[in-house]
């Protein structure tokens, strides 16, 4: 059974059509570049797929079943905004986190938190924007879910934190889980994936194992995306 | 799940109000012992600011009351928080719901208050036989204890079903995909708008069924205590309808999906 399997899913704004006829499968145990420029449906697929966003067509199904409470037990999902009250403290959170998800690793939180020397008692309100966005990576990656969704998780972040959060996801995935991951910054995830899929107005336009991919086209797949997308 | 949302809904809304809360009975009390110590002109003046100010946190305690649980709402539920609300391993009905009973208890924390404060600025025996004598002189007759917790519950009502009213606009409102926050303000005054007619004609229909309530209607003489009865209990079940329409009518449209920004 499919982790994650949209049929023919749909999502219009008025007469805008954001996305349209969207049938992808995700299995276990693989890493997933869902790529696009910007605007081209990859932020409305993930909030579609998070029950963000009502579909004006078609289904979205976790291990076959509709998105629900299971869907979201083994879901862990990571926004491309800062979406934490500012008001909270990081254990306040961190608690938060606790009380709702019960496959929420604390510790681990703890010791990533630690690794950043983040202080539990400072408000988010008063962290850096980089730092509210390294918290909920933390967040999202201490959670033992089947499916990770990280929405450009690479997005405005300078070389080094872009190394960071990489290292972050790939050492703190669950066994097993699988990880999609939403950017346009393809040479510094390229390396990681296992399958990609290329999206563009709306459509997916290219799904395929990564080293197939390389191979067929010989060429790397930040070049194949360079070709596909050409202006 | 729902004791989970509902603390911490209760806690985001209390925040705020617990500070007016406080500043509220903090002046009555001020303001009651500065007229019980002293009988002179300034411990008088001084007293009727304090209980002045008492009186401008209460106004804002209820205003607060409609506000917060409003604003809470909508930043949870469509704003940039709503990204970790909706992927909660939570239904949406029971978000809906955590609300609700948030404002509700608000509402009735409000109100416990507003009596506080009003009994701690002026409760005295004199002045309840007043009250008792006024109750008596203007509906004609030994008016109960009754009456009065028939207008406390209609209060209540008319506080809840305003704060369903509200949700339910802003969840209509941000089913659109533009302008969301307008619409959801023009549809909240429409269905206020709509429902007062149509307690209007309810209350025709009960005047055509009682003469009684109709003479309420067109004549400006004080009603009988009876017909008071009649329409604080006819007020209650309008109230109660239009709460649990509005309810229904929001939690629906919730549990249809959402839209967030």
Redesign the interface.
Known sequence: MELLETRNLGKMYDKFVALKDVNIKIQPNKIVGLLGKNGSGKTTLIKLVNDLLTPSSGEVLVKGEKIGINSKKIISYLPERAYLDKSWKVKDVLKFFWEFYEDFDQDKALKLLNDLQLDEDIQIGKMSKGMQEKLQLILVMSRRADLYILDEPLGGVDPATRDYILDTILSNFKEGSSVIISTHLIADIERVLDEVIFIDKGEIILCEDADKLRKKENASIDEVFRRKFKC | ?LK?LLK?DLK?VL?VLSIFYALAIIFAMGGRLMLEVDNSLLFKVLGGITLGLSAGMLIGCIINTFLRSWTRFVKNVYK?????T??????KKTIYNAKLISAIIVTLLTGIVIILCLFIAYYSENNMMQLKNWLEISLGSAASIKIIILTGINLFLEVIYIIVLGYAAIIIGHKS?GRKFLKSVVYGFGMYSLTQVCSLIFLFIAGWLNSDIMKLIYSANMPQLNVVYYVLYFSLAIYLLFIIFYYFLGKKTLE?????E
């Open positions: 799940m989970k911490y985001w925040k940039d928080e709503s990204y970790l909706h992927t909660l391993p939570v239904l995909n249809k999906g959402v839209n967030v």
